[in-house]
């Protein structure tokens, strides 16, 4: 019988393995936020997650890793939200409008929850070569979504300005800025102040056919 097909306890060792890795993701998210990345040990992590080294080690290879998939997550989840609100946009919208629905989708998702929006765009900043090269793939990764899928649907026949890429950092480059600002405000305004400053950003730097 495969690992796949095993049962532990009535449950499948998939289930179990996949429950215990998001334990280790949730705790190492809110740790890291609480207590900043540099200032927590793995041992923190696994007090965090009430967990062992050992069971760390099966899911991990270092604290590095789990900061890389917390952040993997983070990200993944904002991209979900975001096609979720591609696929139901409406077509007879505005510019505005759209980037509006769009815009919402995504700092909505990370910005929900303080913790993850702190890892998001002050934890991982400056950790080591590789997360940085981390970091910036997944920005050019954002950058392609945003002129291939979002633009043309937002505005049909548009297109970002400028050589392909930087005006789409510039976008990414204010929301990762303003969020920041805003994690640190007290008091902290509503996710959607963020977005009704973005708006007219996002839109300009978009030019219609």
Known sequence: MTIVGRQYGGRAVTERKAERRLRFLEAATRIFAERGYTDCSLADVCAAAGLSKRQFYEEFETREDVLVAAYDRIQDEAAAAVVAALRTLDPRLDPA??????????????????????????EVVGVSERMERHRRARRHAWAAVLETTVVPMVVPGGRIRGEPGLAASALIGAINGLTQEWLLADPRPPVDALVELLVPVAVALVENP
């Open 97 to 122: 409008a759209g980037m509006h629905a769009i815009l919402t989708a995504y700092v909505g998702s990370i910005g929900s929850d303080p913790y993850r929006a702190k890892v998001a765009f002050i």
